[in-house]
């Protein structure tokens, strides 16, 4: 551990933010969308928050990993990233809509979107569907 480096167990500091309820509204759009309230995923440039790493979305991607592992890997991402950018985060939860975009513009539960939202549900979030 580095000079002035905080020891943080992010397993329950993650656990005692979660417990907060936000009444934040979840969206998907394609990735033309440039509203206010837009939240870009995508791998391409996304926001570095809630994208994740390339190569595990690759391996999804491709089918070198099932679901379930996509998506233990992909929370533990978030989690940490919860932690260790929790002014960020805040400032999505406390709005009361957000609108995701992905480059893929999958209408499936293919794309991690899906699993965002997934992630966004334990904090109260409800998912609204897709902007037409």
């Given at each position: 551990m580095g000079a002035g480096a905080i020891p943080i167990q992010i397993d329950k500091a993650f656990r005692d933010r979660v417990k907060g309820r936000h009444k934040l509204d979840v969206f998907i759009a394609d990735a033309g969308y440039e509203g206010d309230d837009c939240v870009d995923v995508s791998i391409q440039g996304g926001h570095f928050i809630m994208t994740?790493?390339?190569?595990?979305?690759?391996?999804?991607?491709l089918g070198k990993i099932d679901e379930a592992r996509f998506q233990e890997a992909f929370f533990d991402y978030l989690e940490k990233s919860f932690v260790?950018?929790?002014?960020?985060?805040?400032?999505?939860?406390?709005?009361?809509?957000?609108?995701?975009?992905?480059?893929c513009n999958s209408d499936d539960k293919s794309c991690h979107r899906y699993f965002i939202i997934k992630f966004l549900k334990m904090f109260g979030a409800v998912y609204k569907g897709k902007l037409k």
């Open positions: 994740p790493p390339k190569h595990l979305l690759i391996e999804y991607k260790q950018h929790q002014h960020t985060w805040d400032n999505i939860l406390d709005k009361n809509k957000i609108v995701l975009i992905c480059s």
